[in-house]
């Protein structure tokens, strides 16, 4: 549609641009005797005359201006070969445009630009209500494998600290919080941390420590993290 109206623009003004030419050329006939000698001479009538003169001049502007003919609106997306839904690619436009290729997400909501934007758009990148229910699972679903394994290790070592500080202080915690606190830092991030896996193909944040970044070290923590949860509950729960 930009496309046809652009075009239906181009033509409005070179049909203005012609007739313009024509009442020049016909003055010019009328007040030169010398062309209206010539177009005598010749056996070119006035309306022969014009014409000639008017495709001279415009093949000559052409020419001269290729972009003239040549231009058109932009109206690709560089998100297009990504497939995304409307959602999603108004996520990753926000994204780009708040500087998600060169820094964090926490970074990212200090800033002015984000601060600026209108709260549905700010909910819209830094909070994603699948993760606020299903945590890290909903990494799983969304091929993020070792961002998933490393979430859930840190939740069990986040179980696990909060079941040492029950039993030394003798209290108990809301079974809420085991579980609501986690998922709401997965959830400001889980929007950033998709862009980052479509458009870098990011396995594991670069922040992370060297051995956390193969799967190994993945594996790893899982098992130690959950053996480390297992140790807190039997000690609190004797």
């Not at 010749?42 to 014409?51: A, D, K, L, P, W």
């Amino acid at each position: 549609m930009l496309v046809k109206a652009y075009s239906l623009q181009q033509d409005r003004s070179r049909h203005c641009q012609i007739y313009n030419k024509q009442k020049e050329l016909r003055v010019l006939l009328s007040f030169d005797p010398r062309v209206s000698h010539a177009c005598w001479q010749y056996n070119i009538s006035e309306q022969n005359f014009i014409g000639m003169k008017i495709m001279s001049e415009t093949t000559n502007t052409e020419s001269t201006n290729p972009e003239s003919t040549t231009a058109a609106p932009e109206s690709s997306s560089e998100f297009e070969q990504y497939q995304l839904s409307e959602k999603w690619l108004k996520r990753f436009k926000l994204l780009k445009k708040l500087g998600a290729d060169s820094q964090s997400m926490f970074s990212i909501m200090k800033t002015p630009e984000f601060k600026g934007l209108s709260n549905s758009d700010r909910i819209s990148v830094s909070l994603n209500f699948f993760v606020l229910f299903f945590g890290p699972l909903y990494y799983l679903f969304k091929k993020m494998w070792m961002k998933a394994g490393f979430m859930f290790a840190s939740i069990w070592v986040f179980n696990g600290l909060l079941s040492i500080v029950e039993g030394l202080l003798g209290f108990t915690f809301p079974s809420v919080i085991f579980w609501v606190v986690p998922n709401v830092i997965c959830a400001q991030i889980a929007c950033y941390d998709y862009y980052k896996h479509i458009t870098a193909e990011e396995k594991i944040w670069p922040q992370v420590p060297e051995f956390l970044k193969q799967p190994v070290g993945i594996i790893s923590y899982l098992v130690a993290s959950f053996v480390f949860l297992m140790v807190a509950v039997s000690l609190t729960t004797a």
